[in-house]
């Protein structure tokens, strides 16, 4: 019996947003000024206008230091100019600024704060655009993923739940399967395994089932992750098969991809073999916090592999960046403090350690957590960690490697044209149009 449109709308009802939004002042601990005041200026606009009744808009004035402001920051930050002006309209004739422009400038700048690790920034504006289209699917889930990524789960949550719910209302498979994603990999940063593969199973058989080939990718390499950190290595080298067999050469997720399968490396203590693929990646990464990421399993791996140029090199990186950028920075530091193991650096090993725990607590990350207690443990006892293994199976390793060094040659190519990602869509004029970059 076909259900009523009541029962539809009862079994599609999202949960609300989170509330109160956060703190604007937040902004201020991630960009120097004046751009950080007039993001500031922005957002409170914004949230303003939203709350006002369209005939209670009334312009407010803009101060020539304001304006001048404007000027500087759209010539310093381009790709922030359209953003800017829209916070100049929005002051001066906010009846005539839509919805549509207002979310395009969030996403202008939110994509802006992501490219530079400014994780608080990022996530304000990816909530102030998704409260100004309450039903769009791709906006709530750009805010849980800008969410997770500043530490706020809770919030994460919220979004990527509501997400799920408008996907699966306006039978928009994409982006349903975008947030089952976005929300199994949140579960994972938790050490929830089989929540994250609850999710992550049933994003791989919707892409699947719909031919969708890049989601289906995307969710092989989630449950790679899973696997990794669960040490199933059988379950392991079929998602890396599955992984290699679907991702897109470009995919700007390849790299990430070339890491964590290192880290499986690393983990066998195979610190010889991860140490070419984490050097080739290191150089080309996309954004700063993935940088600080991939430095500091090079610096674990070239410890133990006894490649001590290398080592030093890593680790001073990973040094200097961790005061600057919080994600990725408990597993960066406890990969260093285990590399120092390596050479009997029980002192900068405890230090680094102690500095993991203190993040992954303050972050929630649960798995790192519990690692990086392990390491210092070791630490203490002064226990040397194990050296370089032969592989179990040195065949299969010998192929997958060489695989995935052949498709880092590939990549060297031009691609034809830009890879789609469907973790990154975003709208335009409160529409889904064109991709940004994935994760």
């Known amino acids: 019996m076909a259900k009523s449109p009541d029962q539809k709308k009862k079994r599609y009802r999202t949960s609300l947003p989170p509330s109160p939004p956060l703190p604007e002042y937040h902004i201020l601990a991630d960009v120097d000024d004046p751009l950080a005041r007039l993001l500031l200026r922005g957002v409170r606009d914004i949230r303003e206008w939203v709350l006002l009744d369209p005939g209670d808009r009334a312009p407010a004035p803009v101060s020539p230091a304001m304006r001048e402001g404007l000027v500087f920051a759209s010539a310093a930050h381009?790709?922030?100019?359209?953003?800017?002006?829209?916070?100049?309209?929005?002051?001066?004739?906010?009846?005539?600024?839509?919805?549509?422009?207002?979310?395009?400038?969030?996403v202008d700048v939110r994509i802006w704060a992501e490219e530079r690790g400014l994780v608080h920034t990022a996530i304000h504006f990816a909530e102030t655009a998704a409260a100004l289209d309450l039903d769009n699917p791709i906006l709530a889930c750009d805010a849980g993923r800008a969410a997770r990524r500043a530490a706020a789960v809770e919030r994460a949550e919220a979004w990527f739940d509501r997400a799920e719910k408008l996907g699966a209302r306006n039978k928009n498979k994409r982006e349903l399967i975008r947030a089952l994603l976005g929300h199994g990999n949140l579960m994972r940063e938790l050490g929830r395994f089989a929540e994250a593969r609850a999710f992550?199973?049933?994003?791989?058989?919707?892409?699947?089932?719909?031919?969708?080939?890049?989601q289906a990718a995307e969710a092989a390499h989630d449950l790679l992750c899973i696997a990794i950190e669960e040490g199933t290595v059988t379950d392991v080298e079929e998602y890396?098969?599955?992984?290699?067999?679907?991702?897109?050469?470009?995919?700007?997720?390849?790299?990430?991809?070339?890491?964590?399968?290192?880290?499986?490396?690393?983990?066998?203590?195979?610190?010889?073999?991860?140490?070419?693929?984490?050097?080739?990646?290191?150089?080309?990464?996309?954004?700063?916090?993935?940088?600080?990421?991939?430095?500091?399993?090079?610096?674990?791996?070239?410890?133990?592999?006894?490649?001590?140029?290398?080592?030093?090199?890593?680790?001073?990186t990973v040094l200097e960046m961790v005061g600057l950028i919080r994600e990725f920075a408990a597993a960066s530091l406890a990969n260093v403090a285990e590399g120092s193991r390596f050479f009997g650096d029980w002192e900068r090993g405890e230090r680094c350690a102690r500095r993991a725990i203190e993040i992954a607590r303050e972050r929630k990350e649960a798995d790192v957590l519990a690692g990086s207690k392990q390491i210092l443990t070791a630490i203490r006892r002064q226990v040397p960690p194990e050296t370089q293994a032969r592989p179990a199976d040195p065949e299969r390793v010998e192929a997958i490697t060489a695989r995935i060094t052949a498709l880092l040659h590939q990549r060297q190519k031009p691609a034809r044209r830009?890879?789609?990602?469907?973790?990154?869509?975003?709208?335009?004029?409160?529409?889904?149009?064109?991709?940004?970059?994935?994760?």
């Open 78 to 106: 381009p790709s922030l100019a359209r953003a800017l002006a829209v916070f100049s309209s929005i002051r001066e004739a906010p009846r005539l600024v839509s919805a549509g422009e207002l979310i395009q400038a969030c």
């Open 200 to 214: 992550i199973l049933r994003a791989s058989k919707m892409a699947s089932s719909t031919r969708r080939y890049r």
């Open 240 to 316: 890396v098969e599955t992984a290699l067999r679907t991702y897109p050469i470009h995919h700007p997720s390849i790299p990430r991809f070339v890491h964590d399968w290192s880290f499986h490396l690393i983990r066998q203590r195979l610190y010889a073999e991860a140490v070419p693929l984490l050097a080739a990646i290191v150089p080309g990464a996309s954004r700063p916090e993935l940088k600080l990421l991939y430095s500091g399993t090079l610096a674990r791996a070239a410890a133990g592999a006894g490649r001590v140029e290398q080592w030093k090199e890593a680790s001073d």
């Open 418 to 439: 830009p890879v789609a990602t469907d973790r990154d869509r975003h709208p335009r004029q409160g529409r889904e149009n064109d991709p940004s970059e994935g994760n």
